[in-house]
């Protein structure tokens, strides 16, 4: 399937999307109005103007919730496509009520639009205010049984913890003080040592279960933290690429490039490629021809195969050329929204480094030494410059650049050393003064 397909399929799923959300949300009020109708005299689902024993009763507010939950999504889903629909071709025709409804209220359709809406907000309205005091009667039970179990303190504290994990404005507290931080003049393991006696001990020490339990829940919320944010530092630019590039980036570039027929490759290696394939593929109709592995063909046959193959390459490199410059805008605003992610979340930094400090220095001699030549070999080793080059390679094709050869070569005979470098300094600088034994280990592997 081509781009073009895909962005089109994208392009009228978005546009009837609105409609099947608000039909999907009517189609739940009117099951809840049914059963009002049916079973409670038009009022609301409740015991009080009923007979029904408590087990029927909870049997039709199960579905009522249910239906309400749907009418909650839908609505949402509604209104975020309708919100969406500036992205889509305004000169393609939708379903009039989707075209309408993005332009305003108009016309006789988008009453139906208005009576639907109507509909559903008399049906929740009476559900709203008794969902409220039902979420406060359940909380309120939830603490007294919690207070009589005697859990309510251990919450307050896990908590409490979390809060002050998160909110925290001081970076050098002691939940997130980092290994690197606590460099001193003698080695981190003897003064932990001699805490760890001094605290056995002292009667008066604070290294009771309490203490325990609160060190066990500050690490699991640190934890939790720092992999949601790992998984947002990943997911939003990803996300932000694709949708960019589907919805925004991609059909502005295909409209400016239909009017310009005559450009079809965007740099000279795409142009040498396709000749290469064209000039590949005449050979090798002529080879068949020649030993006979394909029926005789006459030359003009021949001729029309080639023009033919010549128009399918002319149309994949034009969608190449395409889809690369549609990776230049779409990178950029990946690297927004990350940057965005980092300008916003520094609390979040400050947790993550600090968990992920404890992960690199936690690890054995061993395994830190096994990393290192691992990290080294790969990057800055002897056979990095093979994998430097690949890497080039797909950057300049992601991005519709010629390859230069120069620039590799350059970027090979540098840019491994400055990392080389920063590596050396940093097993000078910090882990030879945090683990000694481990760059012992090191060089030992290393030699």
Known sequence: MKLQDIVNNGRQWLSTTPERALDAAYRAAINIKAIEDNHFNGGKVSSEKVNYSKSVIKVFRADVNSYLNTIKIRLTEFN?????????????????????????????????????????????????????????ANLTEKLNKAQLNGEVADKAQNKSESKELVISQNAKANNLETITNKTGVLPRSFMRTINRIKQEIDPQSATTEEEVLRKFRRSRNKTAISVRFLLILIIVPLFTHQFTKTFLISPLVENYFSDRKTVIFINKDLEEEALM???????????????????????????????????ELAEEYRYQGIDAIGNVFADFFSLLAFAGIIFFCKREILIIKSFLDEIVYGLSDSAKAFLIILLTDMFVGYHSPHGWEIILEGIARHLGLPENRDFNFLFIATFPVILDTVLKYWIFRYLNRISPSSVATYKNMNE
Not at 82 to 99: G, K, M, Q
Request: charged share 30%; net charge negative; proline share 3%.
């Open 277 to 311: 394939e064209l000039h590949r593929y005449e050979e090798k109709l002529h080879f068949k021809n020649i030993i006979g592995l394909a029926p005789p063909i006459s030359n003009e046959e021949i001729e029309n195969r080639i023009h033919h193959k010549a128009e």
């Open 80 to 136: 975020a496509s309708r919100s969406l629909l500036i992205f889509s071709d305004t000169n393609r025709e939708y379903p009039t009520a989707i075209v309408e409804s993005a332009n305003g209220f108009a016309d006789d359709s988008d009453q139906t639009t208005i009576e639907k809406l109507n509909f559903i907000d008399s049906v929740i309205t009476k559900y709203q205010n008794e969902s409220s005091e039902d979420t406060a």
